[in-house]
């Protein structure tokens, strides 16, 4: 099954390079790296670069870090801090920016579970200090993902997954973002996710970031101590 997945992602990069410049459609590209300390305490890492046409006209890129703590089995609290860079639009990295960006964000995730359909809510608030002053957001993000497939090593090689987030401020007009995301995700070994998605933003009076159409491709690993004996492997939404 691995080929249908290689196959299906060059088929889908081939068709978005002949529209994508009909389209405007972006890529939006992330390498995640998760590390279990101990049964409930992990780190992880985080870079993403993106653009607003396809592979060209880069215009962002982050990299974030921090820890989870897994309060009950279906509660994960986390603290991460990163750096969030903007650019003008028109070319690759075009001066001056649009936004140089600290950030340190506190968030929740509750976990539900019907039958094989996982639901996810995530709360996070971001303390941002950016070149144009400090300010406050507020995120909240709804998931469902489903796995499928036959079952090898206690999991399922594939899953699909929709979500969709809202951005709120403390100050008008307050409502500030939405983004959307469909995603298709398959795991060659239990600690390693490929994805392949589809991300819709949309924007609302802010120039910190543009929203668009993008083709998102993320990478996501997933490590233990040597001597762990429970690994009880991530199987969250993979989109941030």
């Keep these: 099954m691995k080929p249908i997945f290689i196959s299906t992602l060059i088929s889908i990069l081939l068709l978005n390079k002949c529209y994508a410049q009909q389209f405007d459609l972006g890529s939006w590209n992330i390498v995640n790296l998760k590390y279990n300390v101990a049964e409930k ?11 607003l046409k396809f592979y060209n006209h880069f215009h962002y890129y982050e990299y974030k870090g921090g820890f989870n703590y897994k309060a009950y089995k279906t509660v994960t609290v986390s603290l991460g801090a990163g750096s969030y860079q903007t650019y003008k639009e028109g070319g690759d990295f075009v001066l001056p920016k649009n936004n140089d960006e600290f950030r340190l964000w506190p968030q929740i995730i509750l976990f539900q579970s019907v039958g094989k359909l996982k639901i996810e809510q995530r709360y996070r608030a971001e303390f941002r200090f950016t070149s144009n002053g400090y300010r406050n957001r507020f995120r909240y993000r709804l998931g469902l993902s489903y796995p499928f497939g036959k079952e090898r090593d206690g999991y399922k090689p594939y899953q699909v997954s929709a979500s969709n987030e809202l951005f709120f401020t403390d100050k008008e007009p307050y409502f ?7 995603a298709f995700n398959y795991k060659p070994s239990r600690s390693t996710t490929l994805q392949i998605g589809y ?36 199987i969250d939404l993979k989109d941030n």
């Design 41 to 51: 305490w992990s780190v992880f890492g985080e870079a993403q670069l993106r653009s």
């Design 176 to 182: 500030e973002r939405n983004r959307m995301l469909v």
């Design 199 to 234: 991300l819709h933003q949309f924007d609302y009076k802010i120039n910190d970031e543009t929203g668009r159409d993008f083709l998102q491709v993320g990478y996501f690993t997933e490590l233990f101590k040597k001597q762990s004996p429970n690994r009880n492997y991530d």
